[in-house]
């Protein structure tokens, strides 16, 4: 699913709350257009970009996490009408990035940077020794499972690396628990897509915003 329509099915699944405003454009006119309403209103925007034909998105096409006019005209020099540019709402304020993949059908694992708060969604396993993991799901009697649980069944596993526990605070703080809410919800209406979901948690504000 290219990026554009992945943001269109993450907004009808789980709600517009969890997507940025974002703009589709395809020319350059269309892509100034979108700059200046972004920068009229006060806001800091980015651009995302796809490929501009297929039906899959590229995850080496460029991107620019906090945009400028000057960004935007070498981008569209280089570039042209051979791709896509998503121009959204962007923010420069600290954030938590993790990826949520589907287990089965009632485990979620999550994986996270809790270190690297400045670095984009597309960059958070810059740093693979920063990378944080978790399991949500029901605790069951003699069920093989990593070495300890933590209270509500959530339990932490380590692949690599030393052992993290986080608390029960910090796993609903920090919206782990309704991703795997909202992922139960698609599993629920066996909505494939929703099997991985990567997302990000605006930290001054607490917003929740899925990729």
């Known amino acids: 699913m290219k990026k554009a329509a992945r943001l269109k099915f993450v907004s009808e699944l789980f709600g517009p709350q969890y997507v940025?405003?974002?703009q589709i454009c395809r020319t350059w006119r269309?892509?100034?257009s979108a700059i200046r309403?972004?920068?009229?209103?006060?806001?800091e925007w980015g651009?995302?970009?796809?490929?501009?034909?297929g039906y899959t998105q590229g995850v080496t096409f460029p991107f620019i996490q906090l945009g400028?006019?000057?960004a935007a005209e070498v981008l569209?020099?280089?570039y042209g009408t051979s791709l896509e540019y998503i121009v959204y709402d962007s923010f420069s304020e600290p954030c938590l990035n993790a990826v949520a993949e589907r287990i089965d059908r009632d485990y979620v694992h999550f994986e996270y940077n809790p270190i690297d708060l400045m670095l984009s969604q597309r960059q958070m396993d810059?740093?693979?020794d920063h990378l944080r993991h978790l399991m949500i799901g029901p605790l069951r009697r003699n069920q093989m499972l990593p070495e300890f649980f933590l209270p509500f069944s959530f339990c932490p596993i380590t692949p690599s690396g030393p052992v993290y526990q986080p608390d029960d605070n910090f796993v609903r703080d920090n919206k782990f628990a309704e991703i795997y809410r909202r992922m139960q919800e698609a599993e629920d209406c066996h909505i494939k897509e929703a099997r991985i979901v990567t997302f990000t948690l605006r930290?001054?504000?607490r917003r929740l915003i899925i990729w």
């Open 20 to 22: 940025m405003e974002f």
């Open 37 to 43: 309403y972004f920068e009229a209103s006060g806001r």
């Open 126 to 128: 810059k740093f693979p």
């Open 68 to 70: 400028s006019l000057s």
């Open 203 to 205: 930290l001054p504000d």
């Open 76 to 78: 569209w020099q280089q």
């Open 47 to 53: 651009i995302r970009t796809d490929g501009a034909g």
């Open 30 to 32: 269309e892509l100034l």
